[in-house]
T-cell receptor, first 116, second 117 residues
Framework: GAVVSQHPSRVICKSGTSVKIECRSLDFQATTMFWYRQFPKQSLMLMATSNEGSKATYEQGVEKDKFLINHASLTLSTLTVTSAHPEDSSFYIC????????????FGAGTRLSVL | AQSVTQLDSQVPVFEEAPVELRCNYSSSVSVYLFWYVQYPNQGLQLLLKYLSGSTLVKGINGFEAEFNKSQTSFHLRKPSVHISDTAEYFCAVSGSISNFGNEKLTFGTGTRLTIIP
């Protein structure tokens, strides 16, 4: 089956630093990748849709200058949390949809971000 | 736009008993429906999906779900649960291919299934 690798699985950083999270589709090409945020005991909230070679589309209320998304190739998208603060602490999950199918999203294992 | 309602936030079930996790959706367009499972500190794994055809769909780990268009429901069922089924379960909906632009997944709030030994 389709595999999506997300790295790192956990990161702890100081307030004010930037953190980059990588999302890779290992055995398929992904034209579209999605970034979600999940608060404890809550559902996934879509942050942005990332399309290869073009600018990401952000959901209402998500600061694009805060959460920088780059989708430079068909197998890699990155999310950079700039100048992270404690309120950015959360579980971030990416998903990828293959070029051949626009239906199913395959999810990474998530990244637990803790900002001190 | 679509929305998903999972009425039960927590469902405790004894081991080897049957379980049903409820999911209702609303949409102005035709939809695809999904159930995902999330184990602690992990991403989501696709359990099953309804795209078209038979309304009864079978997934991994012995789960199945039935699409009921008239009741706008997509309840998840398993005839006999195991300790390893303890996890969070999310129902999700997206617009179908014919409704380009509505293909984002909308998730329900999740149901915590706890299996009691």
């Amino acid at each position: 089956g389709a595999v999506v690798s997300q790295h790192p699985s956990r990161v702890i950083c100081k307030s004010g630093t930037s953190v980059k999270i990588e999302c890779r589709s290992l055995d398929f090409q992904a034209t579209t990748m999605f970034w979600y945020r999940q608060f404890p005991k809550q559902s996934l909230m879509l942050m942005a849709t990332s399309n290869e070679g073009s600018k990401a589309t952000y959901e209402q209320g998500v600061e694009k200058d805060k959460f920088l998304i780059n989708h430079a190739s068909l197998t890699l998208s990155t999310l950079t949390v700039t100048s992270a603060h404690p309120e950015d602490s959360s579980f971030y999950i990416c998903s990828a949809r293959s070029t051949g199918g626009r239906v199913i999203q395959y999810f990474g294992a998530g990244t637990r971000l803790s900002v001190l | 736009a679509q929305s998903v309602t999972q009425l039960d936030s927590q469902v405790p079930v004894f081991e080897e008993a049957p379980v049903e996790l409820r999911c209702n959706y609303s949409s102005s367009v035709s939809v695809y429906l999904f159930w995902y499972v999330q184990y602690p500190n992990q991403g989501l794994q696709l359990l099953l999906k309804y795209l078209s055809g038979s309304t009864l769909v079978k997934g991994i780990n012995g789960f199945e779900a039935e699409f009921n268009k008239s009741q706008t429901s997509f309840h998840l069922r398993k005839p006999s649960v195991h300790i390893s089924d303890t996890a969070e379960y999310f129902c999700a909906v997206s617009g179908s291919i014919s409704n380009f632009g509505n293909e984002k997944l909308t998730f329900g709030t999740g149901t915590r299934l706890t299996i009691i030994p």
